[in-house]
């Protein structure tokens, strides 16, 4: 199975809810280069997870918007920044088998985002650094803590 993990493109900077802050055009353009690099691998995902964040969101359409077919987006509450790292990959097991995917493509935050990766792949905690718009692509044939193997990260410009 692949995994791909995107942090959301760059945001709005506000004094205002966290969860609403919107992508900027300079995170629209960090995810569009990343999108475009990557496509091969993104056409053949069959589930598309989101934080229910509005970056996240608006960071999932634009990747939805490039797959050769469109998906729902699956907005879970368990991808928010301050989500538990191992608790959310019980969850994306769970969801994984029920759905029978292949392919996965997750759109988060930091802190979580890091710490999710590092978990999955079994890396020491901070060794795993993404900048706004970057892309993770993780293999793994079972999805448990230290079973994913970390193939890349695109850093976006």
Known sequence: MQILVFRHGEAEYTLGNDCDRE???????????????????????????SSPYIRAVQSAREVN????????????????????????????DDLVGQKQSQ??????HLPFVAAFIECLCGLASGTVHMGTG??????????AAGCGDLREIVHAS
């Open 134 to 143: 970057s892309l993770a692509v993780i293999d793994a044939s079972v999805i």
């Open 65 to 92: 918007g490039q797959l050769s077919r469109p998906l729902t987006i699956s907005e879970r509450d368990w991808l928010v920044p301050s989500a538990v790292a191992s608790e959310s990959i019980v969850f994306l």
């Open 23 to 49: 992508l900027t055009q300079r995170g629209r353009l960090q995810l569009a280069a990343n999108i475009s690099a990557k496509k091969p691998l993104l056409t053949g995902a069959d589930l598309l997870l």
């Open 103 to 108: 392919s996965v493509v997750i759109i988060t």
